[in-house]
């Protein structure tokens, strides 16, 4: 077994730990993504009112200063839950899938690996929806300083319970199919990006297979990634941090969005989408791919320690 080609249990720890690793540094950005995609969506009643949030620092700025720095990590605990079982599947087990759609041929065609990426994306949602859904609420709801004002929900146990007690097993469910849409779409252009810029970089010997050579390969994911994800997102966002009956469904919540604030409204967010993915990325596949070589290396010293 080579460093290029660990096996799925390796891979699958590595890409949750990864991910953990990621929303540790990043989270701050997400929070502001959150924020500043859910503004504007009760235009009609808050007609004439200052727009609250601008930009990414200033969102960031504007939340430390009314709400106080720990509001940036709301949903942390939901967010690292997310990630051990969201990132282990859609990442860990790509390879995976990449190779039993290629069968016996040698290399995996870009059909094939867009294939395994939609599939482990959506096989994904399957296991985290209902901490996705729990993250979006806490980043999205506001607590001011002073007192507990706009609080929806207190710990992260209290999510889950309140949600099934007013909205059903079905509410931590909500939002799953534009869930899906979504990371099947962010698996596609994410590890398909990674996976051929890091293999173009390896065969025309322009970089070795080493930190370098994984940082480029993940600036190009996270741009690529951004850009094409960008609507769905925020109409995820929208929907699952939505109040019962607000919207009719996902498709419901994107019409809205279109009649009521424009096309631009499906870009509310983007840069510090961008930042955070980005940033995100790079964290997550250097990190994934050390975790990858120093799992694999634990793997083998126990190994021989049990002969």
Not at 170 to 191: D, Y
Request: charged share 15%; proline share 4%.
């Amino acid at each position: 077994m080579t460093d290029s080609n660990p096996p799925a249990a390796v891979r699958v720890f590595a890409a949750g730990s990864a991910g953990c690793v990621a929303d540790l540094v990043t989270f701050p950005l997400d929070t502001a993504k959150v924020r500043l995609q859910i503004q504007g969506e009760g235009r009609t009643s808050l007609e004439g009112q200052t727009v609250k949030y601008r930009g990414v620092f200033g969102t960031i700025v504007t939340i430390v200063r009314t709400e106080g720095p720990r509001s940036l990590y709301n949903g942390l605990v939901a967010g690292l839950q997310r990630q051990m079982t969201f990132a282990s599947v859609r990442i860990g087990l790509y390879d995976s899938m990449k190779q039993l759609y290629a069968g016996s041929a040698d290399n995996a065609g870009l059909g094939t690996r867009l294939l395994a990426g939609c599939t482990t994306g959506a096989m994904a949602v399957a296991f985290a929806q209902p901490t996705d859904v729990v993250k979006v609420r806490f980043q999205a709801q506001v607590r001011l300083l002073e007192s507990a004002t706009g609080k929806r929900y207190s710990s992260t146990t209290q999510a889950y319970r309140t949600i099934v007690r007013d909205e059903g097993l079905r509410g931590l469910w909500k939002g799953a199919l534009p869930n899906i849409i979504r990371n099947a779409t962010v698996n596609c252009s994410e590890l398909v990006t990674y996976d051929v810029i890091k293999e173009l970089l390896l065969k025309n010997h322009l970089m070795t297979d080493n930190m370098p050579c994984h940082f480029i390969a993940a600036f190009s994911a996270g741009l690529c990634t951004t850009v094409v994800a960008s609507p769905v997102d925020v109409v995820k966002t929208r929907y699952m941090n939505s109040v019962p009956g607000q919207y009719g469904g996902a498709l419901n919540c994107a019409a809205t969005m279109l009649i009521k604030e424009g096309p631009t409204a499906f870009y509310k967010g983007f840069m510090p989408s961008f930042l955070r993915l980005l940033s995100w990325n790079i964290v997550m596949f250097v990190s994934y791919e050390q975790f990858k070589r120093g799992f694999l290396r634990l793997q083998n010293c126990l190994s021989l320690l049990m002969l």
